[in-house]
């Protein structure tokens, strides 16, 4: 609790999703996880009271925090003001535009968070986004989310997070937290989930646009066998076609679609228009 009081506030703040890391043996093994090198630029999104960035930074060439929080930020600026390699930025992450704010065009850096929960999609949105400027990215997340992204097909969680999130990156958890490993304590354990982003995507960008429409109209109505939830969708004659040309047992359920075959029904769509 010593961590706790001294110069950091003593609140901490719901509406921010904070739960601060406070356990030192999962500070070191997630700074370890995270495997960086002296010669990489990392970003850490939400260093909070700092429990990640100095054992990062001690790594590292260089790391940018950014916390939204005015006074953590007041408070990491003073702990850190003798750590040249710390570069403290008071932003919101989900408005701060990586290349050009303080990334080069090209240049690649790497991610480390633990992010907050009720913003963990659109972070990860972002990410992939910005995913030619980001080598990898490293977060601690809800463990029932983390499941989420790295299911396959077959599994309960498999659905359009793990296709969005798997099309532009490997998803691997590497371990999980107990939630009694931070304060306050969380509902739920975490998950330390490692994103490596792709450098080569299947489709184009129209058809990656098509492959998503596709993919949520499937799994809107995921009870339903696919013939019926891509109703209106792609035409039944045309599917009809799909599935026999690909094997696919016309009562086939969108969990059971792998991430292939739904590219398979995009990409040959228009040779049996
Ligand atoms: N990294 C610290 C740790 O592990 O103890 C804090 C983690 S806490 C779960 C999430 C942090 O993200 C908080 O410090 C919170 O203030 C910050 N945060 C919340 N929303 C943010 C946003 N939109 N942009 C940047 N930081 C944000």
């Given at each position: 609790m010593k961590y706790l009081s001294g110069l950091w506030p003593r609140k901490y703040k719901k509406s921010l999703g904070q739960n601060f890391l406070v356990d030192k043996n999962l500070q070191r093994k997630i700074a370890a996880g995270c495997s960086f090198k002296d010669t990489d630029t990392v970003l850490e999104i939400?260093?909070?009271?700092?429990a990640l960035t100095r054992i990062i930074a001690d790594k590292v060439k260089l790391l940018y925090a950014v916390e939204i929080d005015k006074d953590l930020c007041r408070h990491l600026e003073e702990e850190f003001?003798?750590?040249?390699?710390i570069k403290i930025i008071h932003h919101d992450i989900l408005k701060l535009e990586l290349p050009g704010y303080f990334i080069k065009p090209k240049e690649k850096i790497k991610v480390v968070g633990n992010i907050p929960y009720y913003i963990s999609t659109p972070i990860i949105e972002r990410l992939l986004k910005y995913r030619q400027n980001i080598e990898e990215a490293f977060l601690t997340l809800q463990k029932e989310f983390a499941k989420r992204i790295v299911a396959k097909p077959g599994s309960g969680d498999y659905g359009s997070l793990s296709c969005f999130v798997q099309y532009y990156a490997q998803a691997q958890i590497l371990f999980t937290i107990k939630k009694n490993s931070f304060f306050p304590v969380p509902k739920v354990d975490s998950c330390f989930l490692r994103l490596n982003m792709k450098d080569k995507l299947p489709l184009g960008p129209e058809k990656e646009k098509e492959f998503f429409r596709v993919v949520r109209a499937a799994f809107n109505?995921?009870?339903?066998i696919l013939r019926n939830s891509l109703q209106g969708v792609i035409p039944q004659s045309r599917l009809d076609h799909l599935f026999s040309k690909y094997n696919i047992n016309k009562n086939t359920r969108p969990e059971e679609l792998s991430q292939s075959d739904f590219i398979n029904l995009i990409n040959s769509q228009e040779n049996t228009l």
């Open positions: 939400g260093p909070g009271r700092g003001k003798n750590s040249p390699n109505q995921r009870r339903k």
